[in-house]
C-alpha cells in the first residue's frame, strides 16, 4: 500500500516552512531549504540514520535562485522515497542562470529501509532523476 508523505515548500531565501498534509496517518516529515548557491557543480544527495529518523541532506539544481523547492515522500512496505522539486518562482529580475538549492529532510522510521531520493525537474533538464538509493537501518 502506498502512503504519501506531507508536502512542504519555502522560499530559497528562507528557513521557516508551510506545511500542508495529505495523509494524517503518514509519520511527520520535515523539509528545510537553504540558499541558492551558484558555485556547486552537481545534484547530490547524502542518507543517513539518526535516532528515530532518517536524515537526507542534498542539493537539487534549480533554474535560476529565485527558485523555491518542495519535497515529499511516498511509502511503499519498507522503501520510502523522497521527492524534491523546484518549487515556485518568487519573480522579478533574477539571474538566468544554473543555482544548486541544499536540502535537509527528516522523515521519522525505525526498522531498515530501503531510501531513494527523486530530484524532479520543471521545464528543464531530465527528469525524474534517481540520486540516490541507500538500504539504512535506523535505531
Same mark, same amino acid.
Given at each position: 500500500?502506498?502512503?504519501?508523505?506531507?508536502?512542504?515548500?519555502?522560499?530559497?531565501?528562507?528557513?521557516?516552512?508551510?506545511?500542508?498534509?495529505?495523509?494524517?496517518?503518514?509519520?511527520?516529515? #520535515?523539509?528545510?531549504?537553504? =540558499?541558492?548557491?551558484? %558555485?556547486?557543480?552537481?545534484?547530490?544527495?547524502?542518507?543517513? &540514520?539518526? +535516532?528515530?529518523?532518517?536524515?537526507?541532506?542534498?542539493?537539487?539544481?534549480?533554474?535560476?535562485?529565485?527558485?523555491?523547492?518542495?519535497?515529499?515522500?511516498?511509502? #511503499?512496505?519498507?522503501?520510502? =522515497?523522497?521527492?524534491? %522539486?523546484?518549487?515556485?518562482?518568487?519573480?522579478?529580475?533574477? &539571474?538566468? +542562470?544554473?543555482?544548486?538549492?541544499?536540502?535537509?529532510?527528516?522523515?521519522?522510521?525505525?526498522?531498515?529501509?530501503?531510501?531513494?531520493?527523486?530530484?524532479?525537474?520543471?521545464?528543464?533538464?531530465?527528469?525524474?532523476?534517481?540520486?540516490?538509493?541507500?538500504?539504512?537501518?535506523?535505531?
Amino acid at each position: 500500500m502506498l502512503k504519501t508523505g506531507l508536502l512542504m515548500k519555502l522560499s530559497a531565501s528562507s528557513l521557516g516552512f508551510v506545511l500542508a498534509c495529505s495523509n494524517p496517518t503518514a509519520p511527520a516529515f #520535515s523539509i528545510k531549504f537553504g =540558499t541558492a548557491d551558484l %558555485t556547486s557543480q552537481s545534484e547530490t544527495a547524502s542518507v543517513s &540514520a539518526d +535516532v528515530g529518523e532518517i536524515v537526507v541532506t542534498g542539493k537539487i539544481t534549480i533554474p535560476d535562485p529565485c527558485y523555491s523547492g518542495a519535497g515529499s515522500f511516498d511509502e #511503499s512496505g519498507t522503501t520510502l =522515497t523522497l521527492h524534491v %522539486t523546484p518549487g515556485a518562482h518568487a519573480g522579478g529580475g533574477c &539571474a538566468t +542562470v544554473i543555482a544548486y538549492l541544499a536540502y535537509t529532510a527528516r522523515i521519522p522510521a525505525t526498522g531498515t529501509h530501503e531510501v531513494v531520493v527523486i530530484h524532479e525537474s520543471v521545464g528543464f533538464g531530465p527528469s525524474p532523476r534517481e540520486i540516490a538509493r541507500v538500504q539504512v537501518t535506523v535505531p
